[in-house]
């Protein structure tokens, strides 16, 4: 019998000496163990399928109080500077020390926050099934799951516990490589993503998307072709900065989308994962609801190293009595999935669920509120003491034990490299993430900024300009940065990648993201437009010699990817008119996207002597070879041959390999170009504005 096995139910670590200063005892005990377990009631019963979603949404007197007791103390934040609270509350964290505990002591693949959160649900309760232990093979599925962190995290616990198990994997996220995606609900992190690509579903339509149903059906049948899936996992959240009182309303949808998709991936006895927040709406409770009729053991746990003043918990589900339950619910389950009818219909009426279940969902909710109600008040008497030495010592001391016990109660070990999935790859990177969680200000001065005149907007902007975030950032100083990437016998092989048509440049991986959104934020105000239209973007570049090419403008109501190709077309037309030993200056020539991306890597590698960099131009200089350009000729034919033959539902997006595009000397040219065009770029619009503004009011 294996070792996680036997006698589970008593102490596991028991043979562990614990920390000796006892001091800490009762915190630490509070610390580990905030668990809450529902009590399932055999009087308990489904609705009939046709009484889903048949009922408005309603609202429990009890849990509305509990939501308003919570966002009051939440309020008391809202005139604090984030990045100053944040700061204040990392110091105050008590598992503060935990990452860097296990970092020197164990150093695990791709340690990230996450990778403890789960390692503690792993160690905490029974995750991986009996059945996966006695057949020895596991299919586990990922949702939501960028940048990776549970996958390395279950990895090390299943080499450190149950290595005899032959284990495979499956993940989906919002894909980083379609630029189509928010980078408010995504997260770009691809340094594991990018060598694991062939474990990473993103579905029919490549997005990434969960909450399409196409998608999350191909999800399913592609986990399933593994093996038996015994573990689901979903790890989703929406960015809620701007909206923290609603938190769990906004992120319901996806939770609804990520447990249905898990509950018909999931085999019997399988264990379900899942990140939610609050239980205050009835949208959580009649999920939980389901779940408990659905699993043998259901649990809420708020692991240590969750942070302790936000709302996340996850959800343990145990035990699954399988899909077949579900099979006369599933048209129900589908014709809310994604749709408004999950915010306007309620999963089940308030009187077909049991008092003694909402009376369960209460004590949740009180338990879980109440800690981080505790936890916020806490941190503002702290704030307002930060000058109280013996307090920053006892935070201190509590750190340091918190990392010790964290290590002794899970019994961490260091793996061999041969044990990790990539074998060690992930400590030999450096790789810079373009794409870090940033926010300015108060949220009540965020708020405020819908109600600026466009002086004050403008004078904000501004500010963002001269932030750490940016002057810190390297841009482009000399007027051309050239470089070398001519390979006369570099193999490119054209893999094309499609999926859902490019409307709107929303997201790129070529440029740090804080720098794209304060030039989406500018050109939001349909007043800033008015005045920038009409300015000259005309380069200036009077020591070089070539053809210069000014690709044209977006139009007004035209598709991103229609506009991509249009430009494409233009530029090989360009190409095959240029004469050997001739340079082409290329204007207005977007770097965001992939498909842009593969076209300057192409031309870079076999065809142009050289690549220069400017400010606001990139030149092709001396053309050794057209070679390359009958790789492009042959996209050309693709792309045109897909929108004949195609429904308009599929465009091709790239047509090499993101592994050759986005690393090296190559990748961190275009990133330091674009960084430096659009940064210029908002510097220059901002000061036409506010020269404009300035006229105006002397007018």
Request: proline share 3%; aromatic share 12%; glycine share 4%.
């Amino acid at each position: 019998m294996h070792k996680n096995d036997y006698g589970f139910l008593q102490s596991r670590h028991k043979h562990h000496k614990r920390h000796q200063d006892e001091e800490f005892d009762e915190e630490l005990n509070t610390l580990f163990n905030k668990k809450f377990r529902f009590r399932f009631d055999s009087d308990w019963k489904l609705p009939p399928a046709d009484a889903w979603f048949s009922a408005p949404p309603w609202k429990v007197k009890e849990l509305e109080t509990l939501k308003s007791r919570l966002n009051f103390h939440k309020s008391q934040l809202n005139d604090f500077d984030i990045e100053e609270w944040s700061s204040h509350t990392r110091r105050r964290n008590p598992s503060g020390e935990v990452c860097w505990k296990i970092r020197c002591l164990v150093n695990p693949e791709f340690l990230t926050q996450a990778w403890t959160k789960f390692y503690e649900c792993a160690s905490s309760y029974r995750i991986i099934p009996s059945e996966a232990v006695i057949s020895r093979e596991m299919v586990s599925l990922h949702l939501c799951e960028a940048p990776g962190a549970f996958i390395t995290s279950l990895n090390h616990y299943l080499k450190q516990n149950y290595e005899e198990i032959e284990w495979k994997w499956l993940a989906n996220t919002l894909n980083p490589y379609y630029e189509g995606n928010s980078p408010g609900n995504m997260i770009s992190d691809d340094r594991f993503m990018l060598h694991t690509l062939q474990h990473w579903h993103f579905g029919t339509d490549n997005t990434g998307n969960l909450m399409d149903w196409t998608n999350s059906q191909a999800i399913v049948k592609d986990a399933n072709k593994l093996g038996k899936v015994l573990l689901a996992t979903a790890d989703g959240s929406i960015d809620c900065v701007q909206k923290p009182d609603a938190q769990e309303e906004a992120t319901s949808p996806l939770h609804y989308c990520e447990t249905v998709t898990a509950l018909q991936a999931l085999s019997p006895g399988g264990t379900f994962v899942f990140k939610l927040f609050t239980t205050f709406e009835h949208s959580t409770v009649g999920l939980l609801y389901l779940l408990n009729h659905l699993f043998g053991e259901v649990n809420i746990y708020k692991p240590v190293t969750s942070r302790q003043g936000n709302s996340e918990v996850y959800a343990i589900c145990l035990q699954y009595k399988g899909s077949d339950q579900l099979k006369e619910y599933l048209p129900k389950l589908k014709s809310a999935y994604g749709t408004n009818l999950y915010s306007d219909k309620s999963l089940f009426s308030l009187e077909n669920i049991p008092e003694t279940f909402i009376k369960q969902v209460e004590e949740c909710a009180y338990y879980f509120s109440s800690l981080q109600c505790q936890v916020i008040n806490n941190n503002l008497q702290a704030y307002l003491m930060q000058n109280s030495i013996p307090f920053a010592i006892d935070v201190k001391k509590l750190r340091s034990v918190v990392a010790a016990e964290f290590i002794r109660q899970y019994d961490m070990r260091p793996l061999d490299y041969e044990q990790e999935v990539l074998k060690g790859v992930l400590h030999e990177e450096n790789k810079v993430n373009t794409n870090p969680r940033y926010h300015r200000g108060s949220y009540t001065k965020r708020q405020l900024y819908a109600k600026m005149t466009l002086k004050e907007k403008c004078k904000s902007l501004s500010g963002f300009l001269q932030t750490d975030i940016l002057n810190l950032l390297i841009f482009i100083q000399e007027t051309i940065r050239w470089k070398c990437f001519y390979d006369k016998d570099v193999e490119i092989d054209t893999v094309f990648t499609y999926g859902l048509p490019l409307q709107k440049v929303n997201s790129s991986k070529f440029i740090f993201v804080p720098i794209f959104k304060l030039y989406q934020q500018i050109l939001a105000e349909e007043e800033f437009v008015n005045v920038i239209r009409g300015q000259s973007n005309d380069t200036k570049l009077l020591d070089v010699i070539g053809e210069k090419l000014f690709l044209p403008d977006l139009e007004n109501g035209e598709s991103y990817n229609d506009y991509e190709k249009r430009c494409f077309s233009i530029l090989l037309v360009s190409l095959r008119n240029l004469p050997l030993g001739e340079s082409l200056i290329l204007t207005n020539f977007a770097t965001l996207t992939h498909f842009n991306i593969s076209v300057l890597y192409v031309l870079s590698k076999k065809c142009f002597e050289k690549t220069g960099f400017s400010s606001d131009a990139i030149i092709l200089s001396n053309m050794l070879s057209k070679q390359g350009l009958q790789i492009l000729k042959d996209v050309e034919n693709e792309c045109v041959s897909g929108r004949e033959c195609g429904t308009g539902t599929q465009d091709v997006w790239n047509f090499l390999p993101v592994r050759m595009t986005n690393v090296g000397d190559f990748f961190g040219s275009i990133v330091l170009y674009n960084n430096t065009f659009y940064r210029n770029r908002c510097v220059d619009y901002l000061d036409l504005l506010e020269q404009t503004l300035c006229n105006n009011e002397q007018v």
